[in-house]
Nanobody, 117 residues
Framework: QVQLVESGGGLVQPGESLRLSCEGSVSILSFYTLGWYRQVPGKKRELVADITLGTRTNYADSVKGRFTIARDTAKNTVSLQMNNLNPEDTAVYYC???????????WGQGTQVTVSS
């Protein structure tokens, strides 16, 4: 069974940085797309960033230039480096992956990121 386990969330002040990491229970090379989504109460889950086939990256406009997604095959992880955080980045962040001809989807359990002074 495929599992994605996130780590690295927490409470930071505006302008600070956090790094989220997501480890797969199977080789991440088996996934077509890996990514991060976030959700705040009462709102739809939204894409933050994703990486396809290990090279093609895609970012939400609100995080471009501040966040970086990367795949580390040696550690079997996908990470999200978040710099210059602001209160609008506060959310539960979910790791996401899909694979196979039908792009079967997998989600992590979520990790809370809170940006507050």
């Amino acid at each position: 069974q495929v599992q994605l386990v996130e780590s690295g969330g927490g409470l930071v002040q505006p302008g600070e940085s956090l790094r989220l990491s997501c480890e797969g229970s199977v080789s991440i090379l088996s996934f077509y797309t890996l990514g991060w989504y976030r959700q705040v109460p009462g709102k739809k889950r939204e894409l933050v960033a994703d990486i396809t086939l290990g090279t093609r990256t895609n970012y939400a406009d609100s995080v471009k230039g501040r966040f970086t997604i990367a795949r580390d095959t040696a550690k079997n992880t996908v990470s999200l480096q978040m710099n210059n955080l602001n209160p609008e980045d506060t959310a539960v962040y979910y790791c996401y992956a899909n694979r196979g001809a039908f792009r079967e989807e997998y989600w992590g359990q979520g990790t809370q990121v809170t940006v507050s002074s």
